[in-house]
């Protein structure tokens, strides 16, 4: 439980504006050593990866933590996580297949949104329409984003 408040307080320190102190925070809750599920597991690291200059390794260690899972939900905020971190194009791609995952059209979290808004802004709505579409179908999108976005 502790490790579940001190996830939500880094969140809340990110989007505040202060990931050093996200940072810690995630830290301090990975260092419990408590985490009761490989979903929360993920979320930990996808939200340190966020915040970390060197996203790429906690990113790895979300996507083998849901290596198998079945839950589409937070295997699509491991692709947001990635998302953040990639060029434009595959960016949109990514979200497509996040969209995909979790079985909507359009993410209502606002941080998505504004990832989703400056790949249109930089790509143009139409090519990033398209790869939103482009990434709805591809088949494995957790090993397009680790082979392909984030190269060992």
């Known amino acids: 439980m502790i490790a579940r408040v001190l996830h939500a307080r880094a969140e809340l320190a990110r989007r505040g504006g202060d990931p050093g102190a996200a940072a810690r925070l995630l830290e301090r809750a990975m260092a419990l050593g408590v985490e009761t599920t490989a979903q929360f597991g993920a979320l930990l690291r996808v939200e340190l990866a966020r915040v970390s200059p060197e996203p ?12 198998g899972c079945s839950d589409r939900t937070v295997r699509a905020s491991v692709l947001e996580g990635v998302a953040e971190r990639v060029p434009p194009l595959p ?5 497509g297949a996040a969209r995909a995952l979790r079985g909507i059209s359009e993410s209502a979290d606002p941080h998505v949104y504004a990832l989703t808004a400056r790949c249109a802004q930089a790509l143009g709505a139409e090519v990033c329409q ?23």
């Open 130 to 152: 398209a790869a939103l579409a482009r990434g709805a179908t591809i088949p494995d999108p957790e090993k397009y984003a680790l082979e392909r976005l984030l190269p060992a």
């Open 56 to 67: 790429a390794a906690p990113l790895r260690q979300a996507r083998e933590l849901m290596a």
């Open 91 to 95: 960016a949109a791609e990514l979200l």
